[in-house]
């Protein structure tokens, strides 16, 4: 069968056989070059990494990029307008990235056929992901609207906080299917190993979504409101690129756009054990946002900016594990668990590095932040005090999510949603001790800190053992030991 690419150009798998050796750095069996078989060229390995990091790295850190511009936009608009944007696109994030196992679910189980050379079965799985998307878009939108009251009042923000921010919510929410649509359809890409067209995509639609929002903010007038517009808009117009490219590649793979119920019902059981894991790790955001409100106007504004900024961190440690997912899911797909854990190795030595580089960096530009964000007194201070932990956070951070890509690319779900509670619990215990010493909103970063450290400790662990190292273009039972 001839190979198709997305979007529209041949695709290249690095694997041409069920076992033929990671993207030529792996000897295919019965070859010799005097190394133990299945050993990676140090080169190969890293150019392999490079090739799928270094775009989605610029796609990953696009978003959180637009978002901090967003925050100086509103923060003309003031300090109350700040913290509503701040409570409400956490609830929104919250509502969305409930359903990111669309991008990191479909990463994987595409890479895992595309690794068997099973290029139709690869795209079909996508275009399954991608209706499932449209479905819960849809359920998201129908209750988040009615209930957007409700979700922004659980935070516990003052009076005009919480008013700004239900605003800024149910329009914000005519976007969400858009946004879901935007995973799966990321997803998809990445498990056939294409983190450029992702990058172009990201940068053009959030460089409009800035534009969007200055305009509708600072020159129509129209405050929070605006931004939330520009927000929406800019998500349907990402949306409807991604449905063209997957589609267009999807008629060139031969691969009917009608959906399958069955590869629809299937890819919503595969998700569940992530949505835990998820929801583990959404609960911990939420919390410590609605922590940060119920200390007030200028602990909820200076959360906002140093969340965005880390958010704007996690992204940049993020294409590692996106790397990681690509690569993981191929290599297990192949039968190759011995590249699989050789690109673990190398995946988190370069987290931890490159997590020590921005933290160093973030330091570098703490005492400038304030100034940037037009912010000053108490809530600068909050701000610089909070950015210090936000910096040592980062290399275990790196680490951390190295390893998150990994064991979901290897479709390690099960043993993640049990770490990600166990990590949830170690948050609760802290931020418990946050509440009762009345710590403020220092010591509630340093709880974040703690939540860090729960999860380093469990995805390290794992990544020792071998029970994720299961090969073969579907999951099985059986690992592969190594």
Not at 413 to 442: E, I, K, N, P, R
């Amino acid at each position: 069968m001839r190979n198709q690419g997305l979007p529209g150009r041949p695709f290249r798998p690095a694997i041409s056989g069920p076992v033929a050796g990671y993207h030529r750095g792996v000897v295919a069996p019965g070859r010799r070059r005097g190394r133990r078989l299945s050993r990676y060229r140090p080169s190969a390995h890293d150019r392999e990494i490079l090739r799928l990091a270094v775009p989605a790295f610029g796609a990953l850190v696009a978003e959180p990029l637009f978002l901090l511009a967003d925050s100086a936009i509103v923060g003309r608009v003031g300090t109350t307008a700040l913290g509503g944007l701040g409570v409400a696109s956490q609830a929104l994030t919250t509502l969305v990235n409930v359903s990111i196992f669309l991008a990191y679910g479909t990463t994987a189980a595409v890479a895992r056929q595309l690794g068997a050379g099973n290029q139709r079965a690869a795209v079909r799985q996508g275009i399954d992901g991608l209706w499932l998307a449209a479905a819960i878009g849809a359920l998201v939108l129908a209750c988040g609207w009615p209930l957007a009251p409700a979700i922004v009042g659980a935070f516990g923000a003052t009076g005009a906080v919480t008013a700004g921010a239900v605003t800024y919510l149910r329009i914000s929410l005519l976007g969400a299917p858009a946004m879901l649509a935007v995973l799966a359809g990321t997803g998809v890409l990445r498990g056939l190993q294409d983190t450029r067209t992702p990058l172009v995509v990201a940068i053009a639609a959030n460089g409009v979504n800035v534009l969007l929002n200055a305009a509708l903010v600072l020159w129509a007038g129209w405050g929070l409101a605006g931004s939330a517009w520009g927000t929406a808009i800019a998500q349907n117009g990402t949306a409807l690129a991604y449905l063209l490219v997957v589609g267009r590649g999807a008629r060139g793979a031969g691969v009917r756009l009608a959906p399958d119920l069955g590869g629809v019902r299937k890819a919503a059981t595969a998700g569940a054990s992530l949505v835990v894991r998820t929801l583990a790790l959404q609960a911990v955001l939420v919390v410590t946002t609605a922590m940060a409100a119920r200390d007030g106007n200028a602990a909820i504004a200076a959360h906002q900016i140093a969340f965005r900024l880390w958010t704007l961190l996690a992204f940049a440690l993020d294409a590692i594990a996106i790397a990681g997912q690509a690569i993981t899911g191929k290599c297990l797909g192949a039968g190759d668990a011995a590249g699989a854990r050789a690109a673990t190795r190398r995946m988190i030595g370069w987290g931890a590095v490159y997590g020590l580089v921005f933290g160093l960096l973030l330091l570098a530009v703490r005492p400038v932040l304030p100034a940037v964000f037009g912010l000053s007194g108490t809530v600068a201070h909050l701000l610089l005090a909070v950015l210090v932990v936000a910096a040592a956070q980062q290399p275990v951070a790196g680490v951390v999510f190295g390893l998150d890509g990994v064991l979901i690319g290897a479709g390690d779900q099960d043993y993640l949603a049990l770490a990600g509670l166990a990590a949830a619990g170690v948050f609760a215990v802290a931020a418990w001790w946050v509440v009762t010493s009345h710590g403020g909103l220092v010591a509630l970063w340093l709880a974040y800190s703690a939540w860090l450290a729960a999860r380093f400790l469990t995805l390290t662990l794992r990544a020792a053992g071998s029970a994720w190292l299961v090969t073969g273009a579907v999951r099985g039972r059986r690992a592969t030991a190594v």
